[in-house]
């Protein structure tokens, strides 16, 4: 099993920044792919940025492409999310998730290994 844990969360104004960190440990963790989840409240966790195991291959919800990006660091066991352009509607917990199968898929089914996730807020 692997273990991810977020952090860097937190309240943001409409039109800001904010990089989420996912750092994971335990077995081949650098031979997974990676990806990132929210879900706002009442509405179905989904699917928005992964990225296979060595960083060369990445996917987007359109609902974040152009303003996010999902890189990793396997020296360090790491994974980022820079966000752009921020606005209310991408307030939500973010998760990051694991899946040690191919391609970089988006279906939260296919993932394993979750992390607690960490709140994101958009507001002024």
């Known amino acids: 099993q692997l273990q991810l844990v977020e952090s860097g969360g937190g309240l943001v104004r409409p039109g800001g920044s904010l990089t989420l960190s996912c750092a994971a440990s335990?077995?081949?963790?650098?031979?997974?792919?990676i990806a990132w989840f929210r879900q706002a409240p009442g509405k179905e966790r989904e699917g928005i940025a992964c990225?296979?195991?060595?960083?060369?291959?990445?996917r987007y919800a359109d609902s974040v492409k152009g303003r996010f990006t999902i890189s990793r660091d396997n020296a360090k066991n790491t994974v980022y999310l820079q966000m752009n352009s921020l606005t209310p509607e991408d307030t939500a917990i973010y998760y990051c998730?694991?899946?040690?199968?191919?391609?970089?898929?988006?279906?939260?089914?296919?993932?394993?290994?979750w992390g607690q996730g960490t709140q994101v807020t958009v507001s002024s």
């Open positions: 335990g077995r081949r963790s650098n031979g997974y792919v």
């Open positions: 990225i296979s195991s060595s960083g060369s291959n990445t």
């Open positions: 998730a694991a899946r040690s199968g191919p391609g970089v898929i988006l279906a939260k089914a296919l993932y394993d290994d």
